[in-house]
């Protein structure tokens, strides 16, 4: 079963604008990872945060983690053509990259 | 520095089949950890191996089976293939010793059964 549930399940905005996306979980957690998937192939880990951290950013990603709600949002900034893909949060329990638990995902459609 | 290899890319069997598929983890990795991905669904953890042993394993039956050898590759079997096993199979390969990593994930490998 899913640990949880990303929202929305699709967006669709225009090149240079802001995306973003929500993630909830259900268990405690050690850290979340955020993974993006073009076109049904392999995942591609974007960001880790962990349990005890609130926000990270990387490049023009943004990640923050509210433990006492038990959710994780992805922004990402200036969207481009090429982050059109699938978003998933994963959560990891144990801290040992295994058993990770993904989300259902954010199908993100960034057009010109 | 190669990623995580998987083969085959993509598979067609017969339901009542079995059908194996094969993974080699990124250099330097130890740990290999199998996932199941149905269409428009998430990755659902499948079982992870280290040192040639499973050492956890998802809600799957025991139809899924699998193997490391000393190389740390791995391979996944299945048994007595379902119409509802077709699905994208996703190997993620990992670093035992770093605590709180992530996961490299290969391509996967589609199989459709029929």
């Known amino acids: ?112 | 520095d190669a990623g995580v290899t998987q083969s085959p890319t993509h598979l067609i069997k017969t339901r009542g089949q079995q059908v194996t598929l094969r993974c080699s983890p990124k250099s330097g990795h130890d740990t290999v950890s199998w996932y199941q991905q149905a269409l428009g669904q998430g990755p659902q953890f499948i079982f992870q191996y280290y040192e040639e042993e499973e050492r956890q394993r998802g809600n799957f039956p025991d139809r899924f089976s699998g193997h490391q050898f000393p190389n740390y590759s791995s391979e996944l079997n299945v048994n007595a293939l379902l119409l509802g096993d077709s699905a994208l199979y996703l190997c993620a390969s990992s670093l035992a010793a770093v605590f709180g990593r992530s996961n490299t994930f290969g391509s996967g490998t589609r199989l459709t059964v029929v």
């Open chain 1, 1 to 112: 079963s899913q640990q949880g549930e990303e929202d929305p399940q699709a967006l669709s905005i225009q090149e240079g604008e802001n995306a973003t996306m929500n993630c909830s979980y259900k268990t405690s957690i050690n850290n979340l990872q955020w993974y993006r998937q073009n076109s049904g192939r392999g995942l591609v880990h974007l960001i880790l945060i962990r349990s005890n951290e609130r926000e990270k950013h990387s490049g023009r990603l943004r990640v923050t983690l509210d433990t006492s709600k038990k959710s994780s949002s992805l922004l990402i900034t200036a969207s481009r053509a090429a982050d059109t893909a699938s978003y998933f949060c994963a959560t990891d329990a144990q801290g040992t990259a295994s058993k990770l638990t993904f989300g259902t995902g954010t199908r993100l459609q960034v057009t010109l």
